[in-house]
């Protein structure tokens, strides 16, 4: 094997990052929603962790239909997050501590309150008519058949100038026309605006969206169902890998930004697209192909989709990882049975910090944070509002950060916007930094590791038991440094052997000795157990 020369510690790339939901993370001034300067008054807290980065849902200005996600002035943040000053004050004191900050950035649509969507709507002539996608009924209503991701017809007629305008999601997000350079080019200058103040990057939102067919051809149904609308002509248009192009040279004039998108597909976990949007090191830095979320927990179905994702990573491109996010239930809730949820928390938090690729670690994760119940008096999220009964909607992932036992588990002075979680008197940050055992010391352990060991942040994946009897093993090799890790995703004792590697001196484990040393053959594996040795 050649020797190869390791690459210079490149943040987004070999870090750990943490997704922070704005409004759950931590209330400043007591009206019950989070804000920046409770991101930064918790700053220490992630800097223990060991973070290397922040990625926040959107905090910009907007009428909160789908509470940040439909923006109606991006050069705004949303006073209910705080000022201008407290965005700077947040980038000059995470970078302080060698935190970097990755803002959401929404180029699919807009609020319907945004002043281009107003002009806009004003007339067919306005100059801004064709910023967003308008287009004549035929006779029996609609342009065609589109729909959206929230249900009913993607388009949604104006009374005044007779057309449709289209939306990908609630009629209160009309969707941006990325056919028209005026646009973009308007758009890119939003963009430029984040990167002079200084954010490090842009988790890019439903990027596959933003190019619609030109043609406005039907969309096909899957089994010639009409509710499984196949979104061929509304996603994944070839002429949106260009845009993302652009914008990666944008962002590329700049020091050591990163854009990682978020690739939707139907069904869900689709790599091949995912990594298409990644072009070879001229598209994203990195996307979300969510499929490690979609997975049975089987250690063989684990293995399989890693395995297949990083097939499709380009020579240039680089994998991220993610167990969880502000759309989705809490991971810890996906694993199936009652029963040592814990434990299964801990094996798929392994995987996810030892994988080849930038780890995501969602709010609350580290505390094996739950869904919460909400009642139907308490639902916020516009999806939830309309599915109930049947889709109570995303609002269960979105509870209040659980910070300690006191009110609100120390959330907020006031009346949180969601309620906390009934389980936080005891599943919080305060004891369980006190518990040895406990996830969050285990994510803290972990992340250490990742920080310590160029072979978990640069080296070679390399498959030892691909998922056989409940086992994954697998080595990370970057020159002489080996690491060996391996988890057993079942209840029950397993006995390995590793042709590949003789012994292994224990770096962390759930159930053996620091620095003790094994000998890889006939080696019994404990239920759950997690082992990181170095080879
Ligand atoms: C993305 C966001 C989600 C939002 C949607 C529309 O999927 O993650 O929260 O509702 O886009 O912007």
Redesign the pocket.
Known sequence: MEHQQPEPWIWWKHGVIYHIYPRSFMDSNGDGVGDIQGIISKLNYLSDLGVDGIWLSPVFLSPMV?FG?DVSDYREIDPVYGTMDDFKMLIDKAHGLGIRVISDM?L??TSDQHPWFLESMASKENPKRNWYIWKDGNKSGPPNNWKTTVGGSAWELDETTGQYYCHS?FKE?PDLNWRNPALSEAFFTEVKFWLDIGVDGFRL??INFIVKDKKFRNNPYFFGIPVFQRHIFTRNRPKSHKIVRELRKLVDQYDNRVIVG?I?TLPPGNSKIAASYLSNGSGMHMAFDFSLIFRHWSARKYYECINDGYRYIPEKGWPCNVLS???LFRSIDRFPWRHNKVEKAKVAAALLLTLKGTPFIYYGEEIGMRNAKIKYRDIQDPLGKRFWPFFSGRDKARTPMQWNSGKNTGFTAGNPWLPVNADALKRNVENQEKDKNSILNFYRMLIKIHKSHIALQQGRWVPLIAGQHGILAFARIHNEERIVVVLNFTGRKKRIFLAEHNFGCVLFSTHRKYEEIFYFQNLWIFPFEVSVYKA
């Open positions: 789908d996600y929404i699919n649509h999601f997000q939102d439903v978020e939707y996010n502000h759309d």
